[in-house]
């Protein structure tokens, strides 16, 4: 049994829509739905009655409904009393940041923060990017960090969130180099035979960018899908061994091109999109605590944003 499914039956009572609530819970439909049928499955009986539309709850589904809703309000409440009680790590600031961002970039802008900005305390959460974008609408951060891409737009309202850019890099795909320094698999195909494919997990947020590549490549790629994970770290591993052909932001490979043991496996400005890197907070007016440390942090970033 997970919070969340609670979080995910709530918003199903509300909107009355699978579609909707996937949206807003920022999941795949297919995985919003998997999800209400754990909660169905742990509580061993229907809660929703899918034979109508507008999607309405079963009689027991009601029942569950106002305990659902009650027990999240007692965790809620909970949580808000424990972190009144770190007046210890008020100077720490908390960052929610998606996996991919945080092996990589996150490090290195941390160290060059420290040398212009100062000292920083942070707390670094780790996560993939649904429950990073959750951990801040629901007061868990204080700083969320994630990738931008206008085709695939984070869901939070600029009524209530505030952002600011911090870089942009680029989404292409590497693989590791021959005998002769050249790609072992590479786009457009030379052979014309299907490329070995390590891909992110459906959902994925890189994911859905590869697929935006794909859609608008001007040739088929003949990508061969041999080997799936959420994480670019794990496809770049995979893809270092030699087993495939992956899409990985350009900080998490600059090492290994450097030492050659990636390389492009496209020609220059093919095969790539260019993603903004940035940072999101509620705005002052709406949020329900600021840390000194993150406004100081703020307006360092915006001054250097704007100056």
Same mark, same amino acid.
């Given at each position: 049994? /997970?919070?969340?499914?609670?979080?995910?039956?709530? %918003?199903?009572?509300?909107?009355?829509?699978?579609?909707?609530?996937?949206?807003?819970?920022?999941?795949?439909?297919?995985?919003?739905?998997?999800?209400?049928?754990?909660?169905?499955?742990?509580?061993?009986?229907?809660?929703?009655?899918?034979?109508?539309?507008?999607?309405?709850?079963?009689?027991?589904?009601?029942?569950?409904?106002?305990?659902?809703?009650?027990?999240?309000?007692?965790?809620?409440?909970?949580?808000?009393?424990?972190?009144?009680?770190?007046?210890?790590?008020?100077?720490?600031?908390?960052?929610?940041?998606?996996?991919?961002?945080?092996?990589?970039?996150?490090?290195?802008?941390?160290?060059?923060?420290?040398?212009?900005?100062?000292?920083?305390?942070?707390?670094?959460?780790?996560?993939?990017?649904?429950?990073?974008?959750?951990?801040?609408?629901?007061?868990?951060?204080?700083?969320?960090?994630? $990738?931008?891409?206008?085709?695939?737009?984070?869901?939070?309202?600029? +009524?209530?969130?505030?952002?600011?850019?911090?870089?942009?890099?680029?989404?292409?795909? $590497?693989?590791?180099?021959?005998?002769?320094?050249?790609?072992?698999?590479?786009?457009? %195909?030379?052979?014309?035979?299907?490329?070995?494919?390590?891909? $992110?997990?459906?959902?994925?947020?890189?994911?859905?960018?590869? /697929?935006?590549?794909?859609?608008?490549?001007?040739?088929?790629?003949?990508?061969? !899908? *041999?080997? /799936?994970?959420?994480?670019? +770290?794990?496809?770049?591993?995979?893809?270092?061994?030699?087993?495939?052909?992956?899409?990985?932001?350009?900080?998490?490979?600059?090492? +290994?091109?450097?030492?050659?043991?990636?390389?492009?496996?496209?020609? !220059?400005?093919?095969?790539?999109?260019?993603?903004?890197?940035?940072?999101?907070?509620?705005?002052?007016?709406?949020?329900?605590? *600021?840390?000194?440390?993150?406004?100081?942090?703020?307006? $360092?970033?915006?001054?250097?944003?704007?100056?």
């Amino acid at each position: 049994m /997970e919070t969340k499914w609670l979080e995910d039956f709530v %918003s199903l009572a509300e909107t009355r829509s699978f579609s909707r609530s996937a949206q807003l819970r920022h999941v795949t439909q297919p995985a919003f739905s998997r999800r209400i049928q754990a909660l169905e499955a742990w509580a061993g009986l229907d809660l929703v009655d899918r034979s109508s539309y507008p999607t309405r709850l079963t009689p027991a589904g009601e029942t569950f409904h106002s305990q659902a809703l009650e027990i999240l309000g007692n965790l809620q409440a909970t949580r808000n009393m424990m972190r009144g009680h770190q007046v210890a790590g008020q100077d720490m600031i908390e960052f929610a940041v998606p996996h991919s961002l945080a092996f990589t970039f996150f490090p290195h802008w941390v160290m060059e923060l420290r040398s212009r900005f100062g000292a920083v305390k942070s707390r670094l959460i780790a996560m993939n990017v649904h429950d990073a974008v959750m951990q801040l609408t629901e007061g868990g951060c204080d700083l969320l960090i994630a $990738y931008h891409h206008p085709s695939q737009p984070l869901q939070l309202s600029p +009524e209530r969130y505030e952002m600011l850019s911090l870089g942009h890099e680029s989404l292409a795909p $590497y693989a590791k180099a021959d005998k002769d320094g050249q790609p072992m698999f590479q786009l457009p %195909s030379t052979s014309g035979g299907k490329v070995p494919f390590l891909s $992110y997990a459906s959902g994925a947020y890189l994911g859905r960018l590869v /697929e935006q590549i794909v859609k608008h490549s001007p040739a088929p790629l003949h990508l061969d !899908p *041999i080997y /799936e994970t959420d994480m670019a +770290e794990g496809l770049k591993a995979m893809a270092i061994e030699g087993h495939g052909l992956a899409f990985l932001p350009g900080s998490s490979v600059k090492k +290994e091109l450097k030492s050659r043991r990636l390389v492009r496996a496209a020609a !220059p400005g093919s095969c790539e999109v260019t993603m903004e890197v940035r940072i999101y907070r509620e705005r002052p007016e709406v949020a329900r605590h *600021i840390k000194p440390g993150a406004q100081a942090l703020w307006d $360092y970033l915006r001054d250097g944003a704007t100056g």
